[in-house]
Antibody, heavy 118, light 106 residues
Framework: QVQLQESGPGLVKPSETLSLTCTVS????????WSWIRQPPGKGLEWIGY???????NYSPSLKSRVTISADTSENQFSLKLSSVTAADTAVYYC????????????WGQGTLVTVST | SYELTQPPSVSVSPGQTARITCSGD??????ACWYQQRPGQSPVLVIY???KRPSGIPERFSGSNSGNTATLTISGTQAMDEADYYC?????????FGGGTKLIVL
């Protein structure tokens, strides 16, 4: 059974960089699309971006200038960096998987709340 | 950028049929999927490729997609179906979510 687990600081100061890691167990991160999705408190889901094919990425146009997603296949992890954060970036951040050839997310992490505040 | 529009809320009586719509330009030309999200939990896939049910999802969940609208139908709605529902599709290699619909079972 594939499991995803997000980890990282729960509190980030404004203007700093948010950094999260998703650790995948029960399967290799090769041959899939690995994505970050966020959900501000009380609001809907927002796609941030994904990484696939050992390093190729695609980002949401609204966040592209501030987002970097990378992968470490030796650790079976992928990571999110979001720079110059503001209070608007406060959200639950999820990592999730799309199988190659599929169009839906089949596995999700439990999510981690990141608050941007002084 | 591509947008998917859902009604903010839908109300249904227990045992009745609930229909949640998701609208987008030529959405019927794309695959749509649906997620259920209960408070404090991660989303769970309930319909993929317009109308397919993952293993473990009750038969009362069904989906369709044509023209500009995808529809999630819940037949014989139960109290446990009260949750937020999100549609999702792809456009130009980007993932797009609808704004979400709160299903109220009363």
């Amino acid at each position: 059974q594939v499991q995803l687990q997000e980890s990282g600081p729960g509190l980030v100061k404004p203007s700093e960089t948010l950094s999260l890691t998703c650790t995948v167990s029960g399967g290799s991160i090769s041959s899939y699309f690995w994505s970050w999705i966020r959900q501000p408190p009380g609001k809907g889901l927002e796609w941030i971006g994904y990484i696939y094919d050992n390093g190729r990425t695609n980002y949401s146009p609204s966040l592209k200038s501030r987002v970097t997603i990378s992968a470490d296949t030796s650790e079976n992890q992928f990571s999110l960096k979001l720079s110059s954060v503001t209070a608007a970036d406060t959200a639950v951040y999820y990592c999730a998987r799309v199988a190659v050839g599929a169009t839906n997310f089949d596995y999700w992490g439990q999510g981690t709340l990141v608050t941007v505040s002084t | 950028s591509y947008e998917l529009t859902q009604p903010p809320s839908v109300s249904v009586s227990p045992g009745q049929t609930a229909r949640i719509t998701c609208s987008g330009d030529k959405l019927g030309d794309k695959y749509a999927c649906w997620y259920q999200q209960r408070p404090g939990q991660s989303p769970v896939l309930v319909i993929y490729q317009d109308s397919k049910r993952p293993s473990g999802i009750p038969e009362r969940f069904s989906g369709s997609n044509s023209g500009n609208t995808a529809t999630l139908t819940i037949s014989g709605t139960q109290a446990m179906d009260e949750a937020d529902y999100y549609c999702q599709a792809w456009d130009s290699s980007h993932v797009v979510f609808g704004g979400g619909t709160k299903l109220i079972v009363l």
